[in-house]
């Protein structure tokens, strides 16, 4: 069969990043987030309600549970894990045959570092919050990997003042790439 025999069967996927950073791109602290932003986990809570979110063994950790009324697939190295809720994947091409084969329309990556770093070269969508603070540098701080900010087109920022629920003020980014992404294809 050819490959675009096979990109046909499938439905179409389109794969989002989800991430909040400070403005030196700090993503955690010590396996946590560095701040509390209500209005920011309100828009997370709405945009992945009902669709598939994908994050690293140490992301659901710190999350301490799956998140509901979401499917949750969890890379891990660990062959063996099970984690309640979740689906554990060895590697991203099995995650995005997870999502494809549920006939889900949109896959939201949500970390950590290497899990984005992983996932960019796929990704159509980038739902950026940035948080408008530095964050100093200290043991445990995970910052968000390089990328090429060329490649994205900003469609959409929605801002958010500092207030009694959000720590800092932020604003909230949609990115569109600029070029198809590389699509996943199962052999």
């Known amino acids: 069969m050819s490959k675009q025999s096979l990109a046909e069967n499938f439905n179409p996927l389109n794969i989002?990043?989800?991430?909040?950073?400070?403005?030196?791109?700090?993503?955690?602290?010590?396996?946590?987030?560095?701040?509390?932003?209500a209005d920011d986990l309100k828009f997370f809570k709405a945009l992945t309600t009902g669709h598939t979110v994908l994050m690293g063994r140490k992301t659901f950790d710190s999350i301490g549970k799956a998140l509901p009324n979401r499917q949750n697939l969890v890379l891990t190295r660990q062959p063996d894990l099970t984690l309640p809720g979740a689906i554990c994947c060895a590697n991203l091409p099995e995650a995005i045959q997870i999502a494809r084969r549920a006939q889900e329309t949109d896959l939201f990556v949500i970390g950590g570092a290497e899990i984005y770093r992983l996932a960019l070269p796929f990704v159509h969508t980038f739902y950026m919050t940035r948080v408008w603070v530095e964050i100093p540098d200290s043991e445990g701080l995970v910052s968000f990997p390089p990328y090429n900010t060329e490649e994205?087109?900003?469609?959409?920022?929605?801002?958010?003042?500092?207030?009694?629920?959000?720590?800092?003020?932020?604003?909230?980014?949609?990115f569109q790439r600029k070029t198809k992404p590389i699509e996943w294809m199962e052999n």
Do not use: C
């Open 16 to 37: 989002s990043l989800v991430v909040a950073m400070s403005i030196n791109g700090v993503i955690g602290s010590d396996n946590q987030l560095p701040w509390h932003l």
């Open 152 to 174: 994205w087109q900003e469609t959409k920022r929605l801002n958010f003042s500092a207030n009694a629920q959000n720590d800092y003020a932020f604003d909230i980014f949609t």
